[in-house]
């Protein structure tokens, strides 16, 4: 079981920035795609980036483009969102997960075998 722990969310004004980390104790972790989601109230939940194993291909969703990056360090077992120019529509829970192990590309899509906890962003206008 893969254990996946979000941490980084609070609350920020817009324009701010906040960095989300996906830390994951498991030796393995390193060999997984993860995309982050953020599901907010009365929404469905929403893919917003994906980073493959190598952190070579990523994708970053038309929503969030140009403001939202995501990079891993698979020294330290973590994949992180970094996010800048936040708006309060970026206001929801954030999530990472992991599956797909040794993918070379990532694209619009990812289902994760394994979730975080989920992490709250809210964005004050």
């Known amino acids: 079981q893969v254990q996946l722990v979000e941490s980084g969310g609070g609350l920020v004004q817009a324009g701010g920035s906040l960095r989300l980390s996906c830390a994951s104790s498991?030796?393995?972790?390193?060999?997984?795609?993860v995309s982050w989601h953020r599901r907010a109230p009365g929404q469905e939940r929403e893919l917003i980036a994906v980073?493959?194993?190598?952190?070579?291909?990523?994708f970053i969703s038309d929503s969030v483009k140009g403001r939202f990056t995501i990079s891993r360090d698979n020294t330290k077992n973590t994949v992180y969102l970094r996010m800048n120019n936040l708006k309060p529509d970026d206001t929801a829970v954030y999530y990472c997960?992991?599956?797909?192990?040794?993918?070379?590309?990532?694209?619009?899509?990812?289902?994760?075998?394994?979730w975080g906890q989920g992490t709250q962003v809210t964005v004050s206008s």
């Open positions: 997960g992991a599956g797909y192990r040794f993918q070379t590309e990532v694209g619009a899509s990812h289902f994760p075998d394994y």
């Open positions: 498991i030796r393995t972790f390193s060999s997984y795609s």
């Open positions: 980073i493959n194993w190598t952190g070579g291909s990523t």
